[in-house]
């Protein structure tokens, strides 16, 4: 029965990704009919008018592809890892880290490529991922660190704090440089339309890792989730696990945010959604929220599209928008777990 539901959840999703795909190539300011992109897949020629529109709609759709699967997967990752139901990407301040050092490079280095940008957006997530570890790593009157004492809840309250200071830092670099508030306050929305292949290329690789590494830690992750103790009994190096399980949402967060700014609720909303349909088993959970992940973003960024017509909302909007009241319901209803 458990499997048969997991399967109908796989079939919905995919053809909710066809769906979804089809809807980012042909909705914006300018629709293309339905006909037209048939024709395009066909191999056939369209009107010359369309045809600059859809080579930039299918940049954007790949990017939300890409952009979504990595935060439905970092969501789950960083839910698993902390035992924490309301967990994303940003529970480790991996969001604000890469912002505070875009923004940094932005007012004293002058930065304003693609490849810039992911450079210090990347530096600045493992830096304040691994600042966050090291807070929650430390036992005062216990020899220093301890990799052990790295609970869930430590974790959390540890991200919280690096998070709102490096959102103090942002304001504070930002506030008396006009110009910087300029750019940064664009990308700092975040959205899929500014993308590049370029920049795609750039990540790829980084996403790939993030991709690879999640998977493998598969069978670690679904031990660690039934508990420390537990998982250190079957053999299973907790600490090592944990900060495995933290590198790939790195990897996979900062690589996105670099390319697309930081979108947030995706990586809380997807690993819930799974849950309900497909259990804790995190075989299914993991590809299914990079699946789900990616139907969330382009549908998200549709709407943003159709609702902002001339213009449009910005993906970052239109997923926090829907996120917010989610969130609430889930803090009503979970129980964080303990470490």
């Known amino acids: 029965m458990k499997r048969s539901k997991t ?41 010359a008018l369309y045809l600059p529109i859809l080579q930039k709609r299918v940049l954007r759709t790949v990017l939300g592809l890409l952009v979504g699967s990595s935060l439905g997967i970092a969501g789950c990752l960083m839910q698993t890892i902390t035992r924490n139901p309301i967990a994303d990407p940003s529970i480790l301040g991996v969001n604000t880290g890469a912002s505070f050092f875009v923004v940094t490079g ?43 004492s790295a609970n869930p809840i430590r974790l959390a309250l540890s991200g919280a704090a690096v998070s709102t200071a490096c959102s103090s830092l942002i304001s504070t670099v930002m506030l008396p440089r006009t110009n910087v508030m300029q750019v940064f306050r664009f990308w700092q929305t975040g959205s899929i339309g500014g993308g590049t292949w370029e920049g795609i290329r750039m990540v790829l690789p980084f996403l790939l890792a993030g991709w690879i590494l999640a998977i493998l830690l598969i069978p670690s992750l679904n031990i660690l989730a039934l508990g420390d103790d537990i ?3 079957l053999g299973v190096n907790v600490p090592r696990t944990r ?4 590198a790939a949402g790195v ?12 979108i947030g609720f995706v990586g809380l909303m997807v690993p819930h959604l799974v849950r309900i349909f497909c ?10 929220s990079a699946l789900d992940g990616a ?24 997923t926090a928008f829907i996120g917010a009241p989610l969130f609430i319901i889930i803090v009503r209803k979970v129980k964080v777990g303990k470490g």
Not at 243 to 246: C, I, Q, S
Not at 281 to 288: A, E, F, G, I, R
Not at 295 to 318: N, S
């Open 279 to 288: 259990g804790n088993d995190l075989k299914y959970q993991v590809p299914l």
């Open 243 to 246: 900060a495995l399980g933290a």
């Open 7 to 47: 399967f109908l959840f796989l079939i919905s999703s995919l053809l909710l990704l066809g769906i979804a795909v089809l809807l980012s190539l042909a909705v914006g300011a300018r629709n293309i009919p339905l006909s037209d992109l048939i024709a395009t897949m066909r191999g056939e020629e369209i009107d």
């Open 251 to 262: 990897l996979l967060c900062g690589a996105t945010t670099a390319v697309a700014g930081p």
């Open 106 to 148: 932005i007012a004293f280095f002058n930065i304003h490529t693609t490849a810039q940008y992911i450079v210090f957006a990347l530096a600045g997530a493992t830096l304040t991922a691994l600042l966050v570890f090291g807070i929650a790593s430390f036992v005062p009157g216990a020899g220093g660190f301890r990799t052990g």
């Open 295 to 318: 139907v969330l973003l382009l549908l998200a960024d549709v709407a943003g599209r159709y609702l902002g017509r001339p213009g449009e909302l910005e993906v970052g909007i239109v």
């Open 231 to 233: 998982a250190m009994g």
